[in-house]
């Protein structure tokens, strides 16, 4: 995995407060809560005054989230950083798979959802070529349907990964996804149902690399504990893990390098309906999209999912705390 895959490195609790060195830059979001604050009025540093009428209406909004712990923190922090500019939000969290959020988001049922660049455009274009960040930016909007768009891609990233233990990478010798198909049909690998036809599941190993796995085990919990428990008792040899895990370091595991991009680039952004979001809703989510990291991805998703159990609309309000989004 070449773009940003990142192997996490910091093993050690930095929550339930969040503090400034667990996520450094506070200068930087300092900054940004002036400029936010010299731009318009309020006591919150995402006030921008009031709502414009252009793009949408004054209702509250509905924020909703796929069925894993990642996308439920950061629909927390959509919501906590709307409410902070003066728009009213909730949240919904669990909707499910894309496959079901992306219709709530259409059918009105939500109406901003955090998404995913590259797996969001093959899911309204399974033809897509393009691989980058960028190129995945400048042709995403113009393939939504009507109704749909999306805002500014953070600089967070979060990719499906294929991911083996140690041992397992040892006896087959294993960097690689290409080392992978080698051995391909001798390997089961744990991932979600949907695995078996997305495009970067197994038509997209098959595609890009010949490879085609001994069976799909299917687990529900987006690569967490079943699936790890899967992984380390060889129940499975390979899993399908998203790249801001904390277990993939606590674990010392193995993430295969992808270099025929696979998987391709996967910045954190909202998806959202033009019906109900204003210039102002727009600007609040903006100003998340920002200043969010993956480092950020990695330090919510142990606090969440790790022992500390922290509960995902805690861990987002801690963060919008600490990047200075909310006093």
């Keep these: 995995m070449k773009e940003n895959h990142h192997t996490p490195t910091d093993s050690g609790s930095r929550f339930p407060q969040l503090g400034r060195r667990a996520f450094g830059g506070l200068a930087a979001g300092t900054g940004l809560v002036l400029v936010l604050t010299a731009c318009g009025g309020g006591s919150s540093p995402l006030n921008t005054g009031a709502a414009s009428n252009t793009g949408g209406s004054n209702q509250a909004l509905v924020v909703g989230s796929a069925d894993f712990p990642e ?185 295969l390098e992808d270099p025929k991009n696979n998987f391709i680039a996967q910045q954190v952004l909202p998806l959202y309906n033009k019906a109900k979001v204003t210039d102002q809703a727009k600007n609040a989510l903006n100003a998340v999209s920002k200043v969010l990291t993956t480092e950020d991805l990695i330090n919510l998703n142990r606090a969440v999912s790790g022992s500390q159990k922290q509960n995902p609309k805690d861990a987002a309000a801690a963060w919008l705390k600490d990047k200075g989004l909310v006093k």
Excluded: W
Aim: glycine residues 8%; contains cysteine; hydrophobic residues 40%.
């Design 71 to 255: 996308s439920q923190i950061i629909a927390e922090i959509y919501a906590g950083a709307l409410n902070a500019a003066g728009v009213t939000a909730s949240t919904k969290p669990n909707i499910g798979s894309r496959e079901v959020y992306f219709k709530a988001v259409q059918d009105g049922s939500v109406d901003v959802v955090p998404d995913y660049s590259g797996n969001l455009l093959l899911h309204v274009d399974k033809e897509a070529k393009e691989v980058s960040a960028d190129d995945i930016s400048k042709a995403l909007p113009g393939k939504l349907p009507n109704g749909l768009a999306v805002l500014d891609a953070s600089k967070a990233e979060n990719k499906d990964a294929m991911v083996v233990t140690k041992a397992t990478a040892q006896k087959y010798q294993l960097k690689s996804i290409e080392d992978m198909a080698k051995v391909c049909s001798e390997l089961s690998i744990g991932a979600p149902a949907t695995f078996a036809e997305r495009a970067y599941g197994f038509p997209g190993l098959k595609k890009n690399y010949n490879c085609v796995p001994k069976k799909l085990e299917p687990f529900t919990d987006g690569g967490g504990a079943v699936t790890l428990k899967a992984l380390l008792s060889d129940q499975v040899q390979v899993a399908d893990i998203y790249t801001t895990t904390p277990s993939i370091a606590d674990n010392d595991l193995v993430v």
